[in-house]
T-cell receptor
Framework: QQQVKQSPQSLIVQKGGISIINCAYE??????FPWYQQFPGKGPALLIA?????SEKKEGRFTISFNKSAKQFSLHIMDSQPGDSATYFC????????FGTGTRLQVTL | ETGVTQTPRHLVMGMTNKKSLKCEQH?????MYWYKQSAKKPLELMFV???????ENNSVPSRFSPECPNSSHLFLHLHTLQPEDSALYLC????????????FGSGTRLTVV
């Protein structure tokens, strides 16, 4: 049973556009929701994370929106750039990370 | 060197071979993890070590054998693997077992022929 569902599987966005990736979870014990970015040939790297006591967290062009009642959270990448092209993983943790299946983002010129 | 280093980066092995993957972290972390990454599947947690002691084995077949001689080094010994074991094997570390900030290595791309 997949505990963290991520969509879409792949995403193509034009340069300057907004990329949106969604995740949903079931386990209400999760108390930490990170997003990881993975470039080809590299391991995942922590991008941004949120705790469930806030509804939004912004770091530069990256924003997490969190809806506790719906058990959903999303990553928004504003002004998407070709250098943002990577695979993005959401995750949820109550001390042990559970990952989504990943979204392959391609930002075109 | 800093961060989490994995060697080798690529490995091709036959089903009867024995090989080992190595992970080293220079972050002073006390917990280390092995993950398996296959296409279109979530990252699968394989093993967890906390202060050199194995605390978790997620029903991993015995053909995968981990070893953690100290908090900085983690090995994954492989023997009689199957083609479906071909994947990217990632090592990660964190300050402690229930810490939330994981640092990943670049992984070993394993191909079983």
């Amino acid at each position: 049973q997949q505990q963290v569902k991520q969509s879409p599987q792949s995403l193509i966005v034009q340069k300057g556009g907004i990329s949106i990736i969604n995740c949903a979870y079931e386990n209400t014990a999760f108390d930490y929701f990170p997003w990881y970015q993975q470039f080809p040939g590299k391991g995942p790297a922590l991008l941004i994370a949120i705790r469930p006591d806030v509804s939004e967290k912004k770091e530069g062009r990256f924003t997490i929106s969190f809806n506790k009642s719906a058990k959903q959270f999303s990553l928004h990448i504003m002004d998407s750039q070709p250098g943002d092209s990577a695979t993005y993983f959401c995750a949820a943790s109550s001390g042990k990370l559970t990952f989504g299946t990943g979204t392959r983002l391609q930002v075109t010129l | 060197e800093t961060g989490v280093t994995q060697t080798p980066r690529h490995l091709v092995m036959g089903m009867t071979n024995k090989k080992s993957l190595k992970c080293e972290q220079h972050l002073g972390h006390n917990a280390m993890y092995w993950y398996k990454q296959s296409a279109k599947k979530p990252l699968e947690l394989m093993f967890v070590y906390n202060f050199k002691e194995q605390t978790e084995n997620n029903s991993v077949p015995s053909r995968f054998s981990p070893e953690c001689p100290n908090s900085s080094h983690l090995f994954l010994h492989l023997h009689t693997l199957q083609p479906e074991d071909s994947a990217l094997y990632l090592c990660a570390s964190s300050q402690e077992r229930r810490a939330y900030g994981y640092t990943f290595g670049s992984g070993t791309r394993l191909t079983v022929v």
